[in-house]
């Protein structure tokens, strides 16, 4: 699970829990019902006048634990693509120009990075900066 993930989890558990503590009421007075809005839970003492709108805060909780599930799999690094054809192109290429074998196993760390969701150039940035580095 990564950062994103993570956040979108605690996110999601966070509103619902908030959700739970400040529930949406209504009012029942003379056969007559109305929205009361929203009120914390600990504080309504009349409950012969208000209760809790179960089915409103059952849609809430849905909607919110389904877009919570939906964000934390849209935030999945690795969705199981494959390398964009242009990328692995270029990057094979490079390979094949390669002399030496510490610069084709720094391109593949390049492409083992690319597919874990690390984004390639910066990657590529690094390695050739740490590759200068290694040769001075």
């Known amino acids: 699970m990564n950062l994103k993930q993570r956040i979108?989890?605690?996110?999601?558990?966070?509103?619902?829990?908030?959700?739970?503590?400040?529930?949406?009421?209504r009012a029942k007075a003379s056969g007559v019902t109305v929205s009361a809005g929203y009120k914390f839970i600990l504080l309504q003492k009349d409950l012969n006048y208000f209760e809790v709108e179960t089915s409103l805060l059952f849609l809430q909780f849905i909607i919110i634990t389904a877009v919570g599930v939906l964000l934390f799999f849209a935030f999945k690094t690795n969705l199981g693509l494959q390398l964009d054809q242009e990328v692995f192109r270029r990057i094979t290429a490079e390979a094949n120009r390669a002399e030496d074998e510490a610069e084709i196993a720094k391109l593949k760390k390049v492409i083992l990075m690319f597919e874990n969701g690390v984004d390639p150039e910066i990657t590529r940035a690094d390695i050739s900066a740490d590759s200068e580095k290694m040769n001075q």
């Not at 989890?9 to 949406?24: D, H, Q």
């Open 8 to 25: 979108a989890l605690f996110a999601t558990a966070a509103i619902l829990v908030v959700m739970l503590l400040f529930p949406p009421f």
